[in-house]
């Protein structure tokens, strides 16, 4: 470990000074989503590892089942105050496998208490709502996170998949500290509109899948298979036919990263912390090796002959398939 991963550099979420490692931790991976949940005692020790080499910002979810809070609060306790914890309610009873939302004030409510009972903490410092509820006014959903702020139980609002006049009107009753949705070099969907406006109203920026669901590291082609239980079998994007058509995409952002003596996985994080000083990106893993990577990336610098080539690169490149399903597809920038 070295004194500048240790040191990571620091970066603001809002404008009321939600400060945060440069790199987070997405905790979804650890129990939800890839397939068999990691060990517990070796889920805590990762996310250990992670504050060791510098991350103090963590991502959970009620909907990643009860141990993903859990572990992350056992985790975390020796040095609580050191880190940012974010976790998110929005899905009825707890569980997206019913495809059924539930942000009424009253369940936001319970959401919270079990999540600090889970988190074995007094505080949650960024609390999402984590897809938006088309039949509960987001004004309703903001003045309930308000609440549980003055109560002081959270610290901060936050939206995840939110589209931009749903950011306007909860930013309104309020402040947004950040939104989190799908961005890297695989998923540019919030260049044309949300970026713009998160920048115009101070608001941060959580990439998750930063790595495209590991696709930008490379190590997926046309003949990848997944094991049981992950997303990625049911993923548009990522059936054989588009596999084979995006793994251009993959060889030459690969070729650059080469050339630069650096892994692509961490050429894909150094982009996204490029594009702007309040984006903040949670890669996950469920191995060290993978978090050591990853936490590199936060040091690699892209020059701007670097970034010309990659923006030439995905000019030239587009990707084939949704990245979510019909359904799924109907749940983001609402």
Sequence with gaps: MTAKERQMDKRLLGTNGLQVSALGF???????????????????????????????????????GVENEEVLGEAV????????????????????????????????????????QRLKTD??????????????????????VRDLIAEGKVKHFGL?????????????VQPVAALQSEYSMFTRDPEAEIL???????????????????????????GTSFPEGDIRNSLPRFQAEARAANHKLAEEIGSLAEAKGVTP???????????????????GTTKLHRLQENVGGASVELSPDDLQKLAAILAAIPVQGERYSAQGMKMVNR
Excluded: N
């Excluded at 713009?196 to 046309?222: C, M, Q, R, Y």
């Excluded at 996985?265 to 890669?283: D, N, T």
């Design 26 to 64: 997405g905790c979804m991976g650890l129990s939800f989503g890839y397939g068999a949940a990691t060990e517990r005692s070796d889920a805590v020790a990762l996310i250990r590892g992670a504050h060791d080499l510098g991350v103090t910002f963590f991502d959970t979810a009620e909907a990643y």
């Design 160 to 172: 995840s998949e939110a589209g931009a006049q749903t950011i306007r009107r909860a930013h309104a």
């Design 123 to 144: 505080r949650i410092d960024l609390f999402y709502q984590h897809r938006v509820d088309p039949d509960v006014p987001i004004d309703e959903v903001a003045g309930a």
């Design 196 to 222: 713009p406006l998160l920048e115009e109203l101070g608001i941060g920026f959580v990439p998750f899948s930063p790595l495209g669901k590991g696709f930008l590291t490379g190590k997926i082609d046309a």
């Design 265 to 283: 996985a961490q050429v894909a994080l150094a982009w996204l912390l490029a594009q702007k000083p309040w984006i903040v990106p949670i890669p």
């Design 77 to 116: 306790a020796p040095f609580r105050d050191q880190v940012v914890i974010a976790t998110k309610f929005g899905w009825k009873d707890g569980s997206p496998r019913t495809g059924q939302l539930d942000s009424r004030p009253e369940r936001i409510r319970i959401v919270a208490d079990q999540s600090l």
